[in-house]
């Protein structure tokens, strides 16, 4: 299956200029959680009408066993030498997913640097190695660093150009030509948006490229503003395509390790031989440069 990559060297800036949305965020975050609790939640006495919504800082600072001038400073993004073991009591306190753990320990981490020749050197091994199936791949900014043929007409993407460093945003949002393939596209659209807040927070470079081309976006927004957590890096997530002769085609999102601490995501077929049936029909016409796919998209009613 051959395969077309798009390293372009800005996406491996060495420096990060986004500490203060990190840090910003980190508040946002902590607030939300304790919004949603009561001193009841958590084994506090209540004490009487409530200034604010949830628990007070004072209330969380006893919880973890600090300074409430700590506790404050933690919130804002001021304090230094924040340890793990701090960040994990405070997860604990707020009774957090592991996805916000995850997230929550991101955004406090310092962002490690890989070089352009170490993730060309890991993709180069992951296409030797990659699944028969296997479509496309995306970087840690969650944009396409290779695809196939194949990949591009089950999106309804006319040229490898169109297709070089969209993201998965941009399928989701940008083009609703492309969008309007995906059968479940309110779950695609909670995962884009809560994928790429979670590699902000990894202060992947990419990501805040892609947020910015968004960020006037009312669709994007709305979705964006409803806080959903993904960690791509995590379990396999599975989508369902419409395709105009084809009909229902599974695909699954696979994290996969590069580069140290980075990552990558491969799209592959979904499970089962039905569906690599249908991946390798379209191979079959993508290599003879038969038009039979080149169909306009079919909306599919949501069920």
């Known amino acids: 299956m051959a395969w077309e990559l798009d390293l372009d060297g800005s996406r491996c800036s060495p420096e990060s200029a986004h500490d203060d949305w990190r ?28 200034r604010v919504r949830g628990l007070r800082r004072e209330e969380v600072a006893e919880l ?22 701090f960040a994990n009591a405070i997860a604990g306190v707020f009774r957090m997913t592991e996805t916000e753990r995850t997230f929550l320990l991101a955004l406090l981490e310092r962002p490690s640097r890989h070089t352009c020749a170490e993730q060309r050197e890991a993709l180069d091994a992951l296409m030797l190695g990659a699944d028969a199936c296997a479509l496309a791949v995306l970087d840690g900014g969650l944009a396409t660093l290779a695809s196939t043929e194949t990949w591009r007409r089950l999106l309804g993407i006319r040229s490898s150009a ?51 081309r968004f960020a006037g976006d009312e669709r994007f927004m709305f979705h964006w503003n409803r806080r959903t957590l ?74």
């Open 23 to 50: 840090r910003e965020e980190l508040g946002r975050f902590l607030r939300s959680c304790r919004s949603r609790l009561r001193p009841g939640d958590v084994g506090l006495p209540s004490r009487g009408l409530q």
């Open 64 to 85: 973890a066993g600090v300074s409430v001038g700590w506790y404050t400073a933690f919130e804002l993004g001021t304090a230094h030498h924040v340890s793990p073991r």
């Open 162 to 212: 169109s297709a070089s460093g969209t993201s998965i945003v941009d399928w989701t949002f940008a083009d609703p030509s492309v969008g309007s393939r995906f059968d479940d596209w309110d779950d695609l659209a909670a995962f884009a948006c809560g994928a790429l807040r979670m590699q902000m927070a990894r202060a992947e470079t990419g990501a805040f490229s892609v947020f910015s």
């Open 230 to 303: 993904y960690d791509p890096q995590d379990a396999a997530l599975h989508f369902t395509l419409r395709h105009p002769v084809e009909g229902i085609v599974p695909v699954r999102l696979n994290a996969v390790g590069i580069a140290r601490s980075s990552a990558a995501i491969v799209v592959i077929a979904g499970d089962g031989n039905e569906a690599r049936a249908h991946i390798q029909r379209l191979t079959m016409f993508a290599r003879t440069g038969a038009t039979r796919y080149d169909l306009k998209p079919v909306l599919v009613a949501q069920s």
